[in-house]
């Protein structure tokens, strides 16, 4: 009797661990790198789908927290000459239009959305934490800074992903350091977003995701122009 | 002196009047600005008062990460108190700060600064080319819509996803039906109708944008074929409706006779005469008492029915007898029988008291009455437990005397029961055997009405019998049980 209760309790400890282990994505099928088996092997046509999909959406919630804010907090228009506002990004050489982001190679290209990614990783995270302590804002919008920072790490995992996946078919080089060690792109000398008051946070967010919605858009009609484009 | 202090007066009030009307200009407003295609944009202003004088506007603008004011590049392209930037000068997801001067003669005025970005300001031309087709098909028709993109938005490169969006009505209502169409230039309506016409527009969205214009309206009639086919497939639907409802009302009105033509009642075991219920509540005694044949010349037989046409059971009593004269067929019997005649309809209760009773009825009359009608129950001999006595028959060849019998030789078998038959107004005298001579010689007993009297052998019935006077010149049978019974017939001598 003892002998077949632990047989049992081992199968369902081996079970537990299974189930466990294959639960690391939640949601879709895991994508496959570098030749795992048994996992749902992606083209690159729907990896962009799916990145761009991811980057639309985060864009929307951050329009509608930045409209949030506008009307509770009303930051005075009636300044003369220019704002001194200055994004945390700014640093960062983006193209401001869509032929200077055609004319950019590939790479580079890649390379600033994962900039701006890695660049927004941090004070997003604090944003929502300022958020949850502050007593008003209701739930809905402390839900939303949530789910904002939450894409941002996963939009950046899934452009590493597509960059990887171009790396393997060749169609980009491999001199896209991102992927290496992501803390060189922290920008060093741009003006610490500890400073940034919760309302020009969320009006460089706004602007850096429209960017890379944009240029994850451009790139994939580059690189695989289908009817979508 | 007085005439030149008026005159002064009146020259300073016009020159007072007159350079009112000059002045310098009103503040400009700068109203909106838009892009259409996420690459150019064009700004608009409201000018002031112009202070009489002509007026002068000039739009500067100042950049986020660009040194410097400058002034707009294109006042023409766009109409009046606009201004265009084309590619070159317009960068996405920076700030411009814009304000408009308005100057002439007299003085400046410069608008409230307007900031805006590109980005915000996206708002496509309407789609063009709106074409409707109708199809003409069977059931109902349907109505084709197409459009062309708006000539400057790029869709192609993926720089701006763009989004449709129609809106149609029928006739003239003013009620929009809107649908959404994604990213296809193309819709079909099925919820159309023939005889009317249909007005669509259509618009576009880029990205997160504001919504376009509705496009220029395209309506379109469409004719009335389908009228002729309708009437025929109502008709035939109301028809169709009209027979299964009579049809179903049919069904409920005969529902027993349905019933019962489907499912036909299944017919139980039965034996005529016995009851199955006095069966199992008598004991087995009373069952076999029933059945048992008495030796003696019964008064009582036991009775089954099915196979008699005509049998009577004994009653001694005249009145019992009376009610049922001529078919008397009313069972006295006994203890767990009942009768399940087709002649006779009532059926009388079987009771231990009733068998007592008419036992006690009979002895009574015995003693008494002569018999009037006489008859016999029959019992068929088919029965096993039935100690059933053969009867065979001998014909009487020729009377003697008057109690003397020859009979012939042969015996005539009888068919097995011993079989009555009535004739109305005969009376039936028994005739005791006082001896059997041999086997074709019966010696009857010379009786005589006083003589006789009804002993109670145990055999009621018959004894009483002998009380009739007899009669020459009848004819008699012979039977086992040792009377003999008469029948009329032709007088011998």
New interface residues.
Partial sequence: MPGTIRSVSLVWVVLLVCLSSRRTSVGAAPICTNGQVGCHVLSLDNLFDRVIQHS?RM??IS?DLHSEFEQYFLPS???????G?ICHT?TII?P????N??RMAREQLTEVILKLLIAWRDPLWHFHQSMAHHHDFNNFSSNKALEMNDMVHELRQGVEKVAEKMQVLGIISNSVTSLASPEVLLPSDSADWRLMKDYDLLYCFR?DS??V??YL??L??RIVPNH?? | MRRDLRGALLLLLTAAVQSSSMSAPGKPVLLSCRSPEKETFTCWWEPGSDGGLPTTHHLYYERERLEGTYECPDYLSAGRNSCFFDKNHTSIWVDYYLTVMASNALGNATSDPFKMDVMEIVKPDAPGNVTLRVEEREASPCLHVRWMPPSNTDTKSGWVTIKYELRVKKDNSNNWKEYTSGTQTHFSLYSVSPGGVYTVQVRCLLDHGSWSEWSNTTFVKISNYLQNERPLSMLISILSAILFIMAGLILIAKRKSVKQWVLPPVPGPKIRGINSQLLQSGGSDDVGNVLIIKQSFPPIYFVWEDQMEDYLIVTENEDWLSSNSQKRKKSLIPACFHFDSEIHSKESPCHQNDWEKDEEISQVDNNNKPFTNTGYVDFQRNVENVDVKHVDYSRVKEVKSDNIIFLEKEKVQSSGYIHFQRQEGIPEDYSRVKEVESDHLVVLQKQNAADLSCKDEGNHYTDCALHKPRKPHVCTELSDSGYVDTIPAPPLM
């Fill in positions: 639309a864009h929307g329009s228009k009636n300044q003369i000459g220019r704002v506002r700014s983006t401001n239009g869509k032929e982001a055609q602007r429209n960017k919605q944009n858009k451009i994939k009609c979508g484009c």
